[in-house]
């Protein structure tokens, strides 16, 4: 509904609140940020911006996907870190974040979705690709 969009669309700003009441509790949300959560910042603001018509692959048990969850996440990220710049850092984000995202979640040829049909009972999630441990000394670590 029209309502709930231009709504969260005003949550994107820099205000904690509007007349829909969908403040957040400052004392939830980590300093400095608009959404207390990844699966808030999904519900709440992603999902009802972002809306494509099929054939776009979507899973709505995405958390059980650790490849969306690292996506999403790393979305949510970019986003509380632009969404604060002033003039052009949410276009920034839609441009160089939200739309590449999206893209790579959502294009069924290459989405970590495209076998999960959760809405019909087959709920898939990939198996990770093999891989074996490199030869010791070949790379440095961190905490070397």
């Not at 969404?83 to 590449?100: K, S």
Request: glycine share 6%.
């Amino acid at each position: 509904d029209d309502r709930r969009l231009r709504g969260a669309l005003r949550r994107a700003g820099p205000q904690m609140s509007d007349e829909h009441g969908w403040d957040l509790d400052p004392e939830e949300a980590p300093a400095g940020t608009r959404f207390a959560s990844l699966p808030e910042f999904v519900a709440e603001f992603l999902l009802p911006v972002w809306r494509r018509p099929p054939p776009s692959a979507w899973c709505p048990k995405w958390w059980e996907h650790p490849e969306a969850v690292l996506r999403l996440e790393a979305l949510w990220d970019a986003f509380e870190a632009l969404r604060m710049q002033p003039g052009t850092g949410v276009a920034i984000w839609i441009r160089d974040y939200l739309d590449p995202t999206m893209a790579s979640l959502t294009t069924k040829e290459t989405s970590p979705f495209t076998k999960c049909r959760a809405a019909a009972g087959d709920h898939v999630i990939p198996d990770p690709w093999p891989a074996e441990p490199a030869p010791l000394g070949l790379f440095t670590s961190y905490n070397s």
